[in-house]
T-cell receptor
Framework: DVKVTQSSRYLVKRTGEKVFLECVQD?????MFWYRQDPGLGLRLIYF???????EKGDIPEGYSVSREKKERFSLILESASTNQTSMYLC?????????????FGPGTRLTVL | AQTVTQSQPEMSVQEAETVTLSCTYD???????LFWYKQPPSRQMILVIR??????QNATENRFSVNFQKAAKSFSLKISDSQLGDAAMYFC????????????FGKGTHLIIQP
């Protein structure tokens, strides 16, 4: 059974804190993604990675960074959390190759920044 | 840049009836894929159906089918015999044919099933 896991379902942090969101997949997928989901805005791509140590900016990378030291793990980092980063964060992975392959999602982390 | 538009923020349908969710997209690519994802209250994103742009035949998966109009750049989802478990947010999404790109999503349609 394929699986994408995220380190926390709910997280509360204070403004200015450094925040790490972890994502692990067990499907040996090459490509991994971080999305942000806000009501009325859908899902927006923050960053993605197509290989270890490789990263590409998505549509809204400002205020975020990522790390991929191992194939199965992709971390999203908020260097200095701000209240406008309060949101739902979804991680996803997909095998490389055809664009029609299914992208598998984690259960999401609801982050609140106070 | 590609865009995906879902013009219905919310839809309501009686149980056992049929409902159609609309989606339009804009792209200059010729090779791409379109998807419908479902997100129930559990928040887990579930793939409902996918369509390859170069295939003329509309995709179907049990009670779910699409009406893919490539020239009009339209990709609607039809749910037949609606069930209470179909209640969820539905997202239309686009992905280019090659490369490692992520999905471009619409803003979503909240589907309510009336018993």
């Amino acid at each position: 059974d394929v699986k994408v896991t995220q380190s926390s379902r709910y997280l509360v942090k204070r403004t200015g804190e450094k925040v790490f969101l972890e994502c692990v997949q067990d499907m040996d997928h090459e490509n991994m993604f971080w999305y942000r989901q806000d009501p009325g805005l859908g899902l927006r791509l923050i960053y993605f990675s197509y290989d270890v140590k490789m990263k590409e900016k998505g549509d809204i990378p400002e205020g975020y960074s990522v790390s991929r030291e191992k194939k199965e793990r992709f971390s999203l980092i908020l260097e200095s959390a701000s209240t406008n980063q309060t949101s739902m964060y979804l991680c996803a992975s997909i095998t490389a190759g055809q664009g029609g392959n299914e992208q598998f999602f984690g259960p999401g982390t609801r982050l609140t920044v106070l | 840049a590609q865009t995906v538009t879902q013009s219905q923020p919310e839809m309501s349908v009686q149980e056992a009836e049929t409902v159609t969710l609309s989606c339009t997209y804009d792209t200059s690519e010729s090779d791409y894929y379109l998807f419908w994802y479902k997100q129930p209250p559990s928040r887990q994103m579930i793939l409902v159906i996918r369509q390859e742009a170069y295939k003329q035949q509309n995709a179907t998966e049990n009670r779910f089918s699409v009406n893919f109009q490539k020239a009009a750049k339209s990709f609607s989802l039809k749910i037949s015999d609606s069930q209470l478990g179909d209640a969820a947010m539905y997202f239309c999404a686009y992905r280019p044919g090659g490369g490692a790109d992520g999905l471009t999503f619409g803003k979503g349609t909240h589907l309510i099933i009336q018993p």
